[in-house]
């Protein structure tokens, strides 16, 4: 079993860039597919990125391509989302998750962080 904390949100203006760390704990980091999901309010919660194992391959929603990147540092039992020119359609509760086995998209994920808000204004 892992233990996922985000940190990193806030409230930013259009345009500005934000970087979200999440660390892991309880089990072996780098056995874990990890991905970022984001709900905004009233909508479905949708995964904006996902990062395989050792960081070979990655995946984005059509609506943080380009502008998102997903890393992670198996030695820190971390993983990140640096996001750049953020919009206000952006604005959501952003959750670290991790599953284990090699899909990317289109599975469950298995463990949840907390969320941390992202907020950006017009």
């Known amino acids: 079993q892992v233990q996922l904390v985000e940190s990193g949100g806030g409230l930013v203006q259009a345009g500005d860039s934000l970087r979200l760390s999440c660390e892991a704990s309880g089990s072996t980091f780098r056995n874990y597919v990890m991905g970022w999901f984001r709900q905004a309010p009233g909508k479905e919660r949708e995964l904006a990125a996902a990062i395989s194992r050792l960081g070979s391959n990655t995946y984005y929603a059509d609506s943080t391509k380009g502008r998102f990147t997903i890393s992670r540092d198996n030695a820190k039992n971390t993983v990140f989302l640096q996001m750049v020119s953020l919009k206000p359609e952006d604005t959501a509760v952003y959750y670290c998750?991790?599953?284990?086995?090699?899909?990317?998209?289109?599975?469950?994920?298995?463990?949840w962080g907390q969320g941390t808000q992202v907020t950006v204004s017009s």
């Open positions: 998750a991790a599953r284990s086995g090699t899909q990317l998209v289109g599975i469950q994920y298995d463990y």
